[in-house]
C-alpha cells in the first residue's frame, strides 16, 4: 500500500528550527510533485511550500519566505521542509502532499492538485 508518512515535528520555542521529512513507501517520489500544507486548530488547511518532481522548482507561501525551505532527494525518496526562525503561527499539524506528474518544473498550490496525502505532524511553536 503506497504511504506518505512526515516526522520531525514537536515542540520548540519562538527562534528555533526544526526539519521536517515526508517519506514515501510503495512509491518512488520522483515522478511526483510534492507539497507541503499546514492546518492550524480551528482553521482550514493552508499552502506552505511546493517543489516540482524535477526539483528545479520551488514555491511558498508569503508567510513563510525566507524562513522554510523545500528539497527532496529523490535517491533516498523523501521530501523535506527547513523551517527556520520560527513563530508561534506556525503552529500546526503540517501534511505532506503528492501529486503524480510527468518530470518537470511545474508545481502545485492548491490543495485539490495533489493525489495523496500524508496523516501529518504536529508542530508546536512557544512564545
Known amino acids: 500500500q503506497e504511504q506518505l508518512v512526515e516526522s520531525g515535528g514537536g515542540l520548540v520555542q519562538a527562534g528555533d528550527s526544526l526539519r521536517l521529512s515526508c517519506a514515501a513507501s510503495?512509491?518512488?517520489?520522483?515522478?511526483?510533485?510534492m507539497g507541503w500544507f499546514r492546518q492550524a486548530p480551528g482553521k482550514e488547511r493552508v499552502f506552505v511550500a511546493a517543489i516540482s518532481s524535477s526539483g528545479t522548482a520551488t514555491g511558498y507561501a508569503d508567510s513563510v519566505k525566507g524562513r522554510f525551505t523545500i528539497s527532496r532527494d529523490n535517491v533516498k525518496n523523501t521530501v523535506s521542509l527547513q523551517m527556520n526562525s520560527l513563530k508561534p503561527e506556525d503552529t500546526a499539524v503540517y501534511y505532506c502532499?503528492?501529486?503524480?506528474?510527468?518530470?518537470?518544473?511545474?508545481?502545485?498550490?492548491?490543495?485539490?492538485?495533489?493525489?495523496?496525502w500524508g496523516q501529518g505532524t504536529q508542530v508546536t511553536v512557544s512564545s
Open positions: 502532499a503528492a501529486r503524480s506528474v510527468a518530470i518537470g518544473s511545474a508545481w502545485y498550490q492548491r490543495g485539490s492538485s495533489y493525489d495523496s
Open positions: 510503495g512509491r518512488t517520489l520522483s515522478g511526483y510533485a
